[in-house]
């Protein structure tokens, strides 16, 4: 919409456009009527199919009314943003793709005698809010290996639901410790468990589908 000055200022444009229309189509009607005079024939009255001639005062105010027309607005969509998907609520159980799992046990480590592996293993939220995350031995399952053997699992012989749910503050680290007591285990907890034997071992950490790195151990 424009103010009542702008309608002020066109109105006297037009005004002024349209008398001069009109001078110049008075002009040029005198000197096209000039030329004819008594006695003489018009090229207009001796032409069988006459033409009729454009009317300069409506052809200046079409062209007038074309060059002030306002052009219609054009509606401008705003689009509203959508909330990011998969935001997550203070709380929640944590989602994988948010969990750093990892487990520490320093270079290649020797153990001779009755010394036992230790091994630090930590969880990481690295979601935008605090999640909760069941780190009981069903869940986070601490696993020995050698080869193709497994040898031991935290998540052998476990009593009770095994479940322990902790809240995980986002980058403040869960961590667990864990001793090996260099014996076997396996799913039958009424046998007395054998002693593991010298040689190489992998440590690992199980979370769903997370998988920490490898933690390379020997017992001598």
């Known amino acids: 919409m424009r103010g009542d000055g702008g ?22 009607w005198a000197c096209s009527s000039g030329g004819s005079g008594p006695g003489r024939t018009s090229s207009a009255q001796s032409s ?10 409506l052809a200046g105010l079409r062209t007038l009314a074309l060059g002030t027309a306002s052009p219609s607005p054009t509606p401008t969509a705003t689009a509203t943003p959508s909330p990011t998907a998969g935001q997550r609520k203070p709380g929640q159980p944590c989602v994988e793709e948010d969990l750093v799992l990892s487990l520490q046990s320093g270079k290649e480590q020797i153990y001779a005698g009755d010394a036992r592996p230790t091994f630090l293993v930590t969880l990481v939220n690295t979601g935008p809010v605090m999640c ?18 497994r040898i031991w699992s935290n998540a052998d012989c476990v009593s009770g639901a095994g479940t322990e749910v902790e809240q995980l503050q986002r ?6 410790s864990l001793e090996w007591d260099r014996r076997r285990s396996n799913a039958d907890c009424k046998a007395t468990p ?3 034997l010298p040689g190489t071992y992998v440590a690992t950490v199980r979370m769903g589908k997370l998988r920490s790195s490898k933690g390379i151990f020997h017992l001598r």
């Open 171 to 176: 980058g403040v680290p869960y961590v667990r």
């Open 48 to 57: 069988s199919s006459p033409t009729p001639s454009a009317d300069p005062l």
């Open 194 to 196: 054998a002693a593991a």
């Open 7 to 28: 309608d002020v200022y066109w109105r006297r444009r037009m005004s002024v456009l349209v008398a001069v229309l009109v001078v110049v189509a008075v002009v040029a």
């Open 132 to 149: 909760t995350a069941d780190v009981g031995p069903r869940a986070m399952e601490i696993r020995i290996t050698s080869g193709a053997d």
